[in-house]
């Protein structure tokens, strides 16, 4: 170990900012849907090392930026593809725009890098400062710049239900931490005075800590419920609609017509409810009799569809506003509830800054950008439990997808990731639905055009699925809801807060009592 630290502390210049993107990008293999966890630690013990050897603070942040640019670079690759599916010529700014993405991401690690170099000493009070400054920049990255905390580092645990229970009582950001002090740890081993067994007792203790969670998981699954609700029967509806055909106007009445034999095909229990995915109505709904005519044909005799739809209205202002929105319409073709996207994407779905960017939004469908809603809701749908819908990437806000003051018994994802094709991407959205499910402790069904759709208990169990790129339609019961409220769902981010801060005081008391004991 202390071999391997010397070889890559003897970096500099370019070879050291190469060494550390190369790291970054070595654990994003961890992320889903491949899940090599062994990568961590060779990539979060090379980062930890070249962090430290910085020469000043500035240093170690710049080295925590390349390892991140990293990390991003190869965990949001497939952003680059949704520019190929457009037909307006954004083809050239695919690079940019996972660059980009990558760099401001970047900017979280950097932060966690230059907290490390900051503790004196060396041992594993440094690590527990890290992994707490990782935790709290994760957490940031939820909200600034919009917010995108695409790919914790939590989700790299999806592959067993069992390391996904946690998230019930400490969120995904609380695993997070976890993951990050266990990769990170081993990195005291190269440390004077900590080699043998002092080392291996400095890793045991993260390790246990996921070990106790894991076990604690396997009971909570043990003692998990298959209710479901009664009288309720989900069917989702999956066209695999090309994303450059989808908006042609020439084939969207096709779409549609396809997706209404779609939901009116036999089966042996019929649906009471159907579910298209985002925008698949490629219409302003409500603003087209004929169409909602159409859609209303989806719906089972005495039950609804629920489709995703483009919404033209006025504001007050007297300006007209275009929403992502969700519409539950019945058999005469009524609308009976609507919910707006309230969470926009940067770019996909309004351009900041416009005034000052020559471009348009990538989202195609609707002329200008599309207005934001009022926020979270629980919706009221006939015959189905309260429910809160998110449209797209609203699902990966840990914290943000259900209200506590009107708890929903469900919750409900639209989306299309069919800009991404046969990416992580897709993958990686499917894994951040099933953490909500587990943090707030409550069902959630996914539709999307061309996949992944599935349904997900409340303990992230995936009961019905229908994979990606795959065409058709797959039924299932709604699982009910446990009566419990996890943790999480109670406290929120304040339980995953209070348990970094903690961490990170107890880094910083172990760093200094090494300090006085070898000054």
Request: proline share 8%; hydrophobic share 50%; glycine share 12%.
């Amino acid at each position: 170990m202390e071999s391997l630290r010397a070889r890559l502390r003897q970096l500099r210049g370019w070879p050291r900012r190469g060494m550390a993107l190369a790291l970054g990008a070595l654990a994003a293999l961890a992320l889903p849907p491949t899940y090599v966890l062994p990568a961590l630690l060779p990539s979060f013990v090379g980062l930890v090392w070249l962090a430290e050897a910085a020469d000043r603070p500035r240093q170690a942040f710049y080295m925590g930026w390349w390892w991140g640019w990293g990390f991003f670079i190869a965990g949001l690759y497939w952003v680059g593809i949704a520019f190929f599916n457009d037909s307006r010529g954004y083809e050239w700014l695919a690079p940019l725009g996972v660059l980009g993405l990558a760099a401001v991401q970047a900017l979280f690690p950097a932060v966690a890098a230059l907290a490390l170099r900051l503790v004196p000493g060396t041992g594993p009070g440094r690590i527990l400062v890290f992994a707490a400054a990782w935790t709290a920049m994760e957490w940031v990255r939820s909200w600034a710049f919009s917010g995108f905390p695409w790919n914790l580092l939590g989700s790299v645990w999806a592959f067993a239900d069992a390391f996904l229970q946690p998230a019930a009582w400490i969120g995904t950001y609380g695993l997070g931490l976890v993951t990050v002090s266990l990769a990170a740890m081993p990195a005291v081993m190269a440390d004077k005075g900590w080699g043998g067994h002092r080392g291996w007792l400095a890793v045991a203790g993260p390790l246990a800590v996921l070990a106790g969670l894991t076990v604690a998981g396997a009971f909570r699954l043990a003692e998990a419920g298959t209710a479901v609700v009664p009288d309720v029967r989900l069917r989702l509806v999956q066209p695999n609609i090309p994303q450059k055909e989808k908006w042609a106007r020439e084939l969207r009445g096709h779409h549609v017509a396809r997706q209404v034999e779609l939901s009116r095909n036999p089966s042996e229990t019929q649906p009471t409810h159907v579910i298209w995915g985002e925008t698949m109505v490629p219409f302003f709904l409500t603003s087209e009799p004929r169409v909602l005519k159409a859609v209303g044909l989806a719906a089972p005799e005495g039950g609804l569809v629920v489709v995703g739809a483009p919404r033209g209205d006025v504001g007050p202002d007297g300006q007209r506003q275009v929403f992502n929105s969700l519409h539950a319409l019945d058999r005469k073709g009524e609308v009976v509830a609507t919910y707006d996207k309230a969470h926009l994407v940067p770019f996909g779905e309004y351009v900041p800054l416009r005034g000052l960017l020559p471009i348009g939004k990538l989202a195609q469908g609707t002329g200008g950008d599309f207005s934001a809603g009022p926020g979270i809701a629980t919706l009221r749908i006939p015959g189905l439990p309260p429910v809160s819908p998110l449209i797209c990437y609203e699902v990966i806000f840990p914290g943000a997808v259900a209200s506590r003051e009107d708890r929903p018994r469900w919750l409900l994802n639209l989306t299309n990731d069919s800009w991404y094709g046969r990416s992580s991407g897709p993958y990686q959205h499917f894994v951040a639905s099933r953490l909500r499910a587990v943090e707030e402790g409550l069902p959630l069904v996914r539709v999307a055009n061309g996949g992944i759709s599935g349904i997900v208990d409340a303990y992230g169990r995936v009961r019905t699925i229908l994979g990606l790129a795959e065409t058709g339609i797959v039924d299932g019961p709604l699982p009910d809801a446990p009566a419990d409220v996890p943790p999480y769902a109670r406290y929120g981010d304040a339980i995953p807060a209070l348990l970094a801060l903690a961490w990170g005081a107890l880094g910083l008391l172990v760093a200094w009592r090494g300090r006085r004991r070898t000054s």
